[in-house]
């Protein structure tokens, strides 16, 4: 089944979700691009008061700052968020989870630390090895699974590190990184890519798509292809994040620059 994208401009019209609840398929909102952030964050807020011990799944990148920074504003406002589980979705092979790089500290730095919740309850997929990828899968299965998860989009439609030709039913597992995501990560590797990682470690397609819910954050011209074509084009291993169109779920959050058709 392949789900067709609806698309909401307002977000913050109840009769424009409400129509759009009616329809399956990944619901679109356009917000300014620093709104994005808080938008999609009212969206997590919503999960997070209904289950607040819950399985939070975390992604990185530049991205979902906004929306971390807004939950932590929720978080003084009242939102209860100490309870939650953070799950991230991948990391670097060959970091230091107390690397300032590695996406454990990021999530400690951005997420945990902000919202109150303990480095205990900080999950992060760790290690480069098949039976390392395995036992990440193992602690999200004991916990019941993630209930909604954030992902942002790479500029070649990767979600985590699931570069192109990952497969729908693709699980944790050790990847090589494309030299375009090396390339576009090179800026927290002063600026050279080949100080990147040339590996990393991430849930899969399906692990990914297990999740109950799933907020996909973009923003910029940089997204424009890989969210046009992961929307508009067919579902293909080309573009993993295509295949988010198949689960029942899905809302992405964007600005203009990054909804707009590639040419
Ligand atoms: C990284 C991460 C992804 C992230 C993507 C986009 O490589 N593995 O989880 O969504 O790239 O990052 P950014 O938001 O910084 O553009």
Excluded: C
């Amino acid at each position: 089944m392949t789900n067709a994208p609806v698309s909401v401009s307002g977000s913050g019209s109840p009769g424009a979700s409400a129509v759009a609840h009616l329809v399956r398929g990944p619901l679109v909102l356009t917000a300014a691009t620093d709104e994005v952030g808080v938008v999609a964050a009212r969206l997590v807020a919503d999960h997070v008061r209904g289950h607040p011990t819950g399985v939070l799944g975390v992604a990185t990148g530049a991205s979902p700052l906004r929306l971390y920074a807004a939950l932590a504003e929720l978080r003084a406002e009242g939102l209860v968020t100490e309870g939650l589980t953070l799950a991230a979705l991948d990391e670097y092979v060959g970091i230091d989870p107390g690397d300032e790089r590695s996406y454990h500290s990021y999530v400690v730095r951005h997420i945990a630390g902000p919202l109150g919740i303990p480095e205990s309850r900080v999950l992060v997929p760790r290690g480069g090895t098949q039976r390392d990828a395995e036992r990440y899968e193992a602690t999200l299965r004991d916990l019941g699974g993630v209930g909604l998860q954030v992902v942002g989009i790479g500029r070649n439609g990767h979600i985590g590190f699931n570069e192109p030709g990952s497969s729908r039913d693709s699980r944790t597992r050790v990847v090589a990184l494309s030299d375009d995501t090396r390339a576009a990560n090179a800026r927290y590797f002063a600026g050279d890519a080949d100080r990147v990682p040339s590996h990393a470690i991430t849930q899969g397609i399906a692990t990914i798509l297990a999740a109950s819910r799933i907020v996909m954050v973009a923003s910029g011209a940089a997204k424009a292809w890989a969210l046009d074509a992961a929307l508009r084009g067919p579902v293909t291993a080309d573009v993993p994040a295509s295949f988010l169109r198949t689960h029942p779920s899905v809302t992405v959050v964007a600005d203009d620059e990054a909804l707009r058709p590639a040419s």
